[in-house]
Structure formats: C-alpha cells, structure tokens
Nanobody
Framework: QVQLVESGGGLVQAGDSLRLSCAASGLTFSSYAMGWFRQAPGKEREFVAR????????LYGDSVRGRFTIARDDAKKTVDLQMNSLKPEDTAVYYC????????????????????WGQGTQVTVSS
C-alpha cells in the first residue's frame, strides 16, 4: 500500500534551520506532484509548498516564501523541505502529501486535492 513517512521534525529556536524529509513507497513516485502542509493546534491545515512531477515547478505559501525550499529526488523517492529562518509561528505538525493530477492543478493549495498523506512530524520553534 501507499506510504508516506515524514521525518526530521523537532524542537528548535527562532532563527534556526530544519530539514524535513518524506519517504514514499507503494506508488510510482515520479507520477505525483508532492506537497507539504502544516497544521497548528486549533487551525486549519495550511499549504506550505509543492513541487511538480518534473521537479522544476515549485509553489510556496505566502508565509514561507523565501525561507523554505522544497525539492524532490525521484531516485530515492523522497521530497524534502528545507526550512530556514524559522519563526515561532512555524510551529505545527508538518505533513507531506501526493497529488496525481497530470495537468497543472489550479487548486494545489487545497488539502482535498491530494490523495495520499503521511502521518506528520512535529516542528516546534521556541522564541
């Protein structure tokens, strides 16, 4: 079955960097666009970043653009999220997700557009 497993979360201080990784299995990884979302307590799941199947097309949420970078490695079937200049408001559970849409997905920021999800990894940024 399809599995997405996130790793790399932890407790860091404001201004630090952290790198999350998502390992995929059970799917043809190169056929999926991959995304990262996050959810803080009491808040809705928020779009963070997305990389298309080619690996060259990337999209970012407004709150992370310029600080976070998404990248995929099809040979390893992984998608990473490099997070720099972390802020306390980045504290959340981070999820990776897979979208099989072949063409450009206008609604890439909607969680409902993604078929598969990981279990999440906690990121806590202290001030």
């Amino acid at each position: 079955q399809v599995q997405l497993v996130e790793s790399g979360g932890g407790l860091v201080q404001a201004g630090d960097s952290l790198r999350l990784s998502c390992a995929a299995s059970g799917l043809t990884f190169s056929s999926y666009a991959m995304g990262w979302f996050r959810q803080a307590p009491g808040k809705e799941r928020e779009f963070v970043a997305r990389v298309d199947r080619s690996g060259f097309g990337t999209l970012y949420g407004d709150s992370v653009r310029g600080r976070f970078t998404i990248a995929r490695d099809d040979a390893k079937k992984t998608v990473d999220l490099q997070m720099n200049s972390l802020k306390p408001e980045d504290t959340a559970v981070y999820y990776c997700a897979a979208d099989s849409t072949v063409t450009y997905n206008t609604y890439f920021y909607r969680p409902t557009e993604y078929e598969y999800w990981g279990q999440g990894t906690q990121v806590t940024v202290s001030s």
